[in-house]
């Protein structure tokens, strides 16, 4: 989980900077206009919601190493020749799960990261962005979800990455869980206040 929480923190400063832009922008736009009253939780949701998926694209829509190599050479001067910018047109239409009982396919402890790192990379999604779009019933969240996963899914062989279906499915799977944790919340603040 160490190099998981590393990636993380490389996209932090450019999340900071793109939410640093989003908050100007929005406020030059809403100046004048006065927000209701209440209205601030949205407006914070919002930018949680433009973080998000700024650190999300920054991590699944650059080449292997980018984030580490931008760093290296911001920091040296020099380019440390780590990132790899090849197409790949790398595609994996099957899910482990099959290998598994086909005994195929042993799962190692990287194979778990990359699993619940999945899951965890779109439960975010599933939390926020049914605050945000309050029209937005759980079919749509989750097909939002499903949507912008096979997206950058399919992007990704082509910024030196790989298609893979169980990261579709674990994306999918991360959406469901934190639209879940939305509905709990949600019922949940509804009983208190009635």
Do not use: H
């Not at 922008?25 to 949701?45: D, H, N």
């Not at 779109?122 to 962005?129: D, S």
């Amino acid at each position: 989980m160490g190099e998981i929480l590393i990636y993380l923190l490389q996209v932090v400063p450019f999340t900071g900077f793109v939410a640093l832009i989003y908050w100007n922008v929005r406020g030059w736009l809403l100046r004048g206009k006065g927000l209701r009253r209440g209205a601030w939780p949205q407006e914070i949701l919002l930018l949680l919601l433009v973080c998000y998926f700024t650190g999300l694209l920054s991590l699944v829509l650059v080449p292997p190493n980018f984030w580490s190599e931008f760093w290296f050479r911001l920091a040296n001067g020099f380019p440390s020749g780590e990132m790899g910018w090849a197409i790949t047109l790398d595609f994996n239409f099957t899910p482990s799960l099959l290998l598994y009982l086909r005994g195929e396919l042993t799962g190692g402890s990287w194979t778990r990261v990359m699993a619940v790192g999945n899951v965890l990379m779109y439960f975010p999604m599933g939390i926020l962005l049914p605050w945000v779009w309050k029209k937005a019933g759980f079919g749509k969240v989750l097909a939002a979800g499903g949507t912008m996963s096979l997206a950058t899914e399919l992007v990704q062989p082509f910024v030196g990455r790989s298609f893979d279906v169980d990261d579709l499915i674990a994306n999918i799977l991360g959406v469901l869980l934190g639209l879940t944790v939305f509905l709990f919340v949600r019922r949940f603040l509804r009983g208190r206040k009635g």
